[in-house]
């Protein structure tokens, strides 16, 4: 589930072209890391990996919203 949601965010962030898209894909490919890095540990943390889906899950929101939102700026 984790990993169809990074690939879910990397795609739609790599499309939204904006400076702020781009500290967002930071953050998930660092949250990326961190999830295998932990996932794969003999005895993951489940704390951990869950913080990581708390993040993620906050980023998808928050570029959700961003995206949903009407464009009112130029009107």
Not at 66 to 74: G, W
């Given at each position: 589930?984790?990993?169809?949601?990074?690939?879910?965010?990397?795609?739609?962030?790599?499309?939204?072209?904006?400076?702020?898209?781009?500290?967002?894909?930071?953050?998930?490919?660092?949250?990326?890391?961190?999830?295998?890095?932990?996932?794969?540990?003999?005895?993951?943390?489940?704390?951990?990996l869950d913080r990581i889906y708390n993040e993620l899950r906050i980023i998808s929101e928050a570029f959700?919203?961003?995206?949903?939102?009407?464009?009112?700026?130029?009107?």
């Open positions: 589930m984790v990993s169809s949601l990074i690939k879910a965010l990397s795609a739609g962030l790599s499309l939204w072209n904006t400076k702020e898209s781009r500290k967002y894909l930071d953050k998930v490919i660092i949250l990326k890391r961190e999830f295998y890095e932990e996932f794969n540990k003999q005895n993951p943390d489940d704390a951990a959700y919203s961003k995206v949903t939102k009407p464009d009112t700026e130029n009107k």
